[in-house]
């Protein structure tokens, strides 16, 4: 899947990974590959983005969507 994760100041990430994972508001979930549709509100905590290389981001808040094997994600790095 394509993955892009931006925050205010630059594009962070972009490019394919294997599984995201997020802290979402209730809790935190993982991104596979075709997963289903989704836009969801981000808490403070770790962001995992897995491809050839792991990114670890920490944030303070953002947001995810995912739709059509892509997933974007607008976060306010710690």
Excluded: W
Excluded at 6 to 27: C, D, H, M, R
Excluded at 42 to 62: H, Q
């Amino acid at each position: 899947m394509y993955v892009t994760i931006l925050s205010p100041e630059k594009t962070i990430f972009e490019g394919e990974a294997k599984l995201v994972n997020v802290p979402g508001q209730k809790g935190r979930f993982e991104v596979l590959d075709h997963h289903a549709p989704i836009i969801s509100g981000l808490d403070e905590g770790r962001v995992v983005c897995a491809g050839d290389e792991t990114l670890e981001l920490d944030i303070k808040s953002g947001f995810i969507e995912v739709a059509d094997n892509r997933v974007t994600l607008c976060v306010e790095p710690s």
